[in-house]
C-alpha cells in the first residue's frame, strides 16, 4: 500500500510496495508520476494506477473502465489546481476540485493510504508531511522507504532526509 500526505502545499508520499501477501516488493517506489501534462500520486496496485493514467482523458470528464479495477486514490495536479481522486463506483472515478493555484489559501491536511490515520494525527500535532510520513513509518507496516516530496507549483521531486 501507499501512503500520502497532504499539508501547506506539500505532497509526501512513501516509496514501499507490497504484494497481495503484505510482504514488501521494494522500499524504492517513486509514486509521483508526469504524464499528460499532470503530476499523479496515486495509492493501488501498479496495474490500476497505470491503466487508470493511461485512460485519463480530462478533469471535466468522468472514467469509465471497461475492467474493474481495484481502489485507486490519490491526487492529481492538473493545470496548476489539485484534485482529489477518491475512488471508484461502478468503475466510474469522482474527483473533487481541492486547491486552486493559490496554495497558501487553503488550510487542508489531508493523508491517504494505509498509513493515513497515522499520518493525519502527526499532521494535527504540527508535523510537516515528511515527518507525518515517517511517523506512519513506525506504525503501518505497509508504509517504509524513502520519503519522497512536492512542492505544489513545482515539478521537482525531491527525496525527504530522515531527521533520525
Known sequence: ???????????????????????IVSDNEVKITESKNSL??????NYDIEYFIKNFVSVEKPIVFEDPIE????????????????GFQNNLLFEFLLTTKDYSKNDLTLGLGSGADFA??????????MQAIEYAKTRDSNTGGEIRYLLLGEKQIRTHKSDN
Open 40 to 45: 499523479w500520486i496515486l495509492s493501488g496496485a
Open 1 to 23: 500500500m501507499t501512503t500520502i500526505a497532504y499539508k501547506d502545499g506539500i505532497v509526501a508520499t512513501d516509496s514501499r510496495v507490497t504484494n497481495s501477501r503484505g510482504k
Open 120 to 129: 493525519i494525527a502527526a499532521m494535527d500535532f504540527g508535523r510537516n508531511p
Open 71 to 86: 481502489a485507486v486514490s490519490g491526487f492529481l495536479i492538473h493545470e496548476g489546481a489539485m484534485y482529489r481522486l477518491f
